[in-house]
């Protein structure tokens, strides 16, 4: 089963607006990484956040993460219309033998 | 610039005929993974080599098959294809999670992936 459950599933925003997504895990992790797919391309890794930080910032991303309740949320602020992707949370968890167990995913549309 | 790069970008066969998928890297790194992934689904891991060491999923298809001749390139057999894996096939790089504090993984880098389509 799927380590990461991810929330919304879909959701469509107006450009400039801000973006939530939430990923919720199962097991405890090292830590917690988000990456971003625009369609038919490979992944592309966004930001990184271990399990003893609980806030994390890059440009207009801002990562939470709460291991207390195995959730993270990731924040797009000011969206654009090149954000519209999928969005993927991966975890790792100790002695997961070099591996991420990937999110199930929330596919962001940005409406210009 | 370093990268991850995979060939060719799309791939047509016909079911049950032979297929191989390339994928090279130019970041030195020592593992390296093949990821499936279908349709709005999340990338599922199918193998992953750590240096030369095989490790493969328990729920990959022996249908499957994978080399890694050296430290760049790696490779995936798909030895007779099923309508059922018509699917994207990424591959990914990370560095060695050996040298992290408690083993903590790093950042997979992936290619653009290949879109596997069988007739």
């Known amino acids: 089963s799927q380590q990461g459950e991810e929330d919304p599933q879909a959701l469509s925003i107006q450009e400039g607006e801000n973006a939530t997504m939430n990923c919720s895990y199962k097991?405890?992790?090292?830590?917690l990484q988000w990456y971003r797919q625009n369609s038919g391309r490979g992944l592309v890794h966004l930001i990184l956040?271990?399990?003893?930080?609980r806030e994390k910032h890059s440009g207009r991303l801002r990562v939470t993460l709460d291991t207390s309740k195995k959730s993270s949320s990731l924040l797009i602020t000011a969206s654009r219309a090149a954000d519209t992707a999928s969005y993927f949370c991966?975890?790792?968890?100790?002695?997961?033998?070099?591996?991420?167990?990937f999110g199930t995913g929330t596919r962001l549309t940005i409406i210009p | 610039d370093a990268m991850v790069i995979q060939n060719p970008r799309y791939q047509v066969t016909q079911f049950g005929k032979p297929v191989t998928l390339s994928c090279s890297q130019t970041?030195?790194?020592?593992?390296m993974y093949w990821y499936q992934q279908k349709s709005s689904q999340a990338p599922k891991l199918l193998f992953h080599y750590y240096d030369k060491d095989f490790n493969n999923e328990a729920d990959t298809p022996d249908n499957f098959q994978s080399r890694r001749p050296n430290t760049s390139f790696c490779f995936l057999d798909i030895r007779s294809p099923g309508l059922g894996d018509a699917a994207m096939y990424l591959c990914?790089?990370?560095?060695?999670?050996?040298?992290?504090?408690?083993?903590?993984?790093?950042?997979?880098?992936f290619g653009p992936g290949t879109r596997l389509t069988v007739l």
């Open positions: 970041l030195n790194h020592n593992v």
């Open positions: 991966a975890t790792d968890a100790p002695g997961g033998n070099e591996k991420l167990t």
């Open positions: 990914a790089t990370s560095r060695d999670p050996r040298f992290r504090s408690g083993g903590a993984l790093d950042t997979q880098y």
């Open positions: 097991t405890s992790i090292n830590n």
């Open positions: 956040i271990r399990s003893n930080e």
